[in-house]
């Protein structure tokens, strides 16, 4: 008896600690994913600044309501340089890109031809990690991640000019005629002055009066607000003087598969600046950038 009650113990003890072990390791390795996420990758999750549920956001049909969706029609497939972390793209009068891209010690910011070349490249310094950018008049406003730091450029030659200071991370970046519009990973977007970068008003972005979170890279052209949505293959078109999503843009079709790291990701959106209805889209790591019809877009 006392052998068999011994037996009996040992094995008692032995499945505890391999349970115990393996709870262990489930902790370790989700807390190894979410730094890992948070610190290299770029557009982790964000502050919720308004103190709303900012779950990703994971848009079915269900979810949409009335909102209506919009399919695309590819026009032209161009090259893009698929070494960019691709995390922000305007669209400049004179056919070409500007883009910011991201990762520390590798972001960078250029002009882009549509035969691939790029032009007047500059190197963000190793501690800042490149974010959303945009064109106004006079120069070009480009954000870093984590760093509160906004990096002014000459419109010609992209050499850094200035720089102004902002509270909380930047992700995306557009600049609507009058004011740059910058999202922070929350639902809110913030309006600033294009000459010194200072926020005056704010924008709370819902769909079917939620919030949506994750709000990444930024387009304003054409009195609208067009935004990508962090690991989604849609992106959002906002009611600037509302903040309500008005339509979602269904971009799957244009997704490659997904890399290792699941990173390479939507992300990507400017205006054609003479035809509504077209939008450039890329994403992070894509080796093309679409030239795209929505329907029903600008109409
Ligand atoms: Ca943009």
Known sequence: ???R??????????????????????????????????????????????GASDAPY?????????????????????????DAFTEGLDRLPQGQSLVSTGRYGSSEVYFLDDDGHRAHVQHLLRKYFGEGIAATPTSVWQLTWKSGHAIRRDRQSLVETDSAHY??????????????????????????????????????????????????????????????VWHSDELIVIDPASGRVTSVIDASELTPAREATGENVLNGVASDPEDPA?????GKLWPYMYRVRVDGLGS
Not at 27 to 50: L, Q
């Open 1 to 3: 008896m006392g052998s």
């Open 5 to 50: 009650r011994f037996r009996l113990t040992f094995i008692t003890v032995l499945v505890g600690i391999i349970l115990i072990a393996v709870c262990g390791l489930i902790i370790v390795a989700s807390w190894s994913e979410r730094s890992h996420t948070s610190t290299a990758s770029g557009n982790g999750p964000g502050p919720s600044s308004d």
């Open 58 to 82: 994971r848009s079915s049909l269900a979810t949409r309501g009335a909102v209506p969706t919009r399919s695309i029609t590819v026009l032209d497939t161009l090259p893009w340089p698929q």
């Open 167 to 228: 509270e909380g991370e930047g992700w995306g970046l557009c600049y609507d005629g009058h004011n740059l519009v910058m999202s922070d990973g929350s639902s809110r977007l913030t309006r600033r002055d294009p000459d010194t970068f200072q926020e005056h008003s704010s924008l709370s972005v819902t769909l079917d009066g939620r919030p949506v979170g994750n709000i990444n890279e930024l387009d304003c052209a054409h009195d609208r607000i067009v935004a990508n």
């Open 278 to 282: 077209v939008l450039y889209l890329t």
